[in-house]
Each structure stands twice: as structure tokens, then as C-alpha cells.
């Protein structure tokens, strides 16, 4: 019988792994249609029907064109990174609560900070391997930016947890049954949106690739298969992020069709954001994390901290 629960284990993981791939595919098309929207042409549109099958075409473009890969380069680690970094991007989704037979453990928000943190390693190997200044510098930015957001980041979501003492995700969807935590925790709600934005290296915040300054950052020498891997881990993230906003604040009803049509609509605001918003300044950036996020989140956190102690201390 357990070798039958492993089986379907392995099974259902790959299937969500698979749907998550194609759900990038076409988040990529979404993004490049709404940008070309916003900006007053058509986006893809010739390949397959309204351009439906383009990203698979780009796929099949990226990993059969010839790799490239510099002759200074530490070749070992500069291969390795964009696979680890695609397969941390995927690991993460093992967090999502199956309610039947999968990974659905009670340590599940845990697991997701410490795999994101882990994404930090990549970036910063995939720059420094590349033995090009240009990677470097985009990659000790990428570093910096998604280290200061996390910290921020990991106190908002205590407060979450504070307020539901619990580190699984499914009990989140428990406390949202009434009422949304979008309308008891809004300031939250929105810093962790934009702690998001700076931790998945999306414009406002894509100093990482300021095509202006660094020529596209860690990636630049990158080409074909390394490139759309770093790009596909990306996207995951994105799509991650987006589930978990709606876990956090946005109901997260796993068993109902609205919960994707949330998911939907976040993905839709990390691409609305890119087509509106011009780049940050790097040290306001900083600014933001140290100055303002972390002793807001801080505050928030005791104050959650205090709140759930009075309630225990007179009902239990």
C-alpha cells in the first residue's frame, strides 16, 4: 500500500509540475499580448490561431538553437545554475495543499521560505560563473535586492501566521471562510505585493536586468537552453507568488474555480505593473526595504504578536 501512495505521489507532483510549465507557456503569451495592448499594437498573433501556439514555438527555438558559453567561464557551475535554478522555481509548488494524496505537510510556509532562499545561490553563481563583469554586477544587485526583500517579507508572513497559528497552508483557507485577510490586514496585503514584485525581480524592481546599465544582468552570456531556463524559473515564480497571494489574503479556496480565476487576475497585475510603472532607483529600493517595510512589518508583527496573547489569555 505505501509503495501505491509513493506512486501516486510521484505521479500527481509531475502533473502539477507539467500544468505548470504549460501555465507558463501561457502567462508568457498573456504578458506579451497585455504588453502589446498597453502599447498599442497586437503583441504575437500569427503563429497558430490568435498566437496561441507561439510559446511553444519559442520553446522549441530556445533549446535547439547552439549554446554558447564563454571561454572564461567556470563551466561546471555555469551550466549548473539555470537547471538549479528552474528546478528550486519548481520545487516550490510542492507547498501547494492537495487535499488528497500529495506532499500536503503542516510546515508547508516554512518550506517555502527556505526553498526561496535558496533561489539566492543560483542567481548569484549563475552571475559569477559567467566570468563577465556585466553578469556580476547584475547578480550581486539580484543578491542584495531579493536578501533585503526576504527579510521584510518573512515578518509580513509571520504576521499571518501569528493570526492563524499555523504553518500550513490549508489553514489559511480555514480562517478566510468568513472574511478575507485583504480587509483586516490591507497595509499588509499591499507590502507583501510589493515585496513580491522585488523578490520575483519584476519591473518596478528589475535592477537585476536594467537593460539601460547592465545589458540584462546575471543572464547576459547566457543563450539558448540556460537562458529559457532561467526565464521559465522566473515565470514559475511569478505564478507561485501569485497562488500564494491568493492562499494569503484572497480567500484561497482550493476546491473552487474562482480561486484560479484569482490567480488569474494577480498574474495579471505582476504584467499590468510591468506596461505601467518605470524602474525604481536602486538606493531607493534599499530605501524602501530597510527604512520603511522592515520596522513597518516589525511593528505590525508585535502588534499581531500582542493581540493573539490577550485573546488566549481571556478565552482559553
Known sequence: MLMKDLILILVSSLLLIVCVLVGVAFLTLLERKVLGYIQIRKGPNKVGFVGLVQPFSDAIKL???EQTYPYMSNFNLYYFSPVMNLFLALFLWMCVPFITV???FNLSLLFFLSVSSLGVYTVMLA???SNSNYSLLGSLRAVAQTISYEVSLALILLSFLFLILSMSILDLMKYQEYIWFFFLLLPLCLMWVVSSLAETNRTPFDFAEGESELV???NVEYSSGGFAMIF???YASILFMSMLCCMLFLGGDLVSWLFFFKLTLVSFFWIWVRGTLPRFRYDKLMYLAWKS???VSLNYLLFFFSV?????TLFV
Not at 308 to 312: A, R, S
Open 63 to 65: 533549446f535547439t538553437k
Open 102 to 104: 500529495n506532499v500536503s
Open 127 to 129: 552571475g559569477w560563473s
Open 216 to 218: 540584462s544582468g546575471f
Open 232 to 234: 521559465l524559473a522566473e
Open 293 to 295: 517595510y522592515l520596522p
Open 308 to 312: 493573539k496573547l490577550v485573546i488566549f
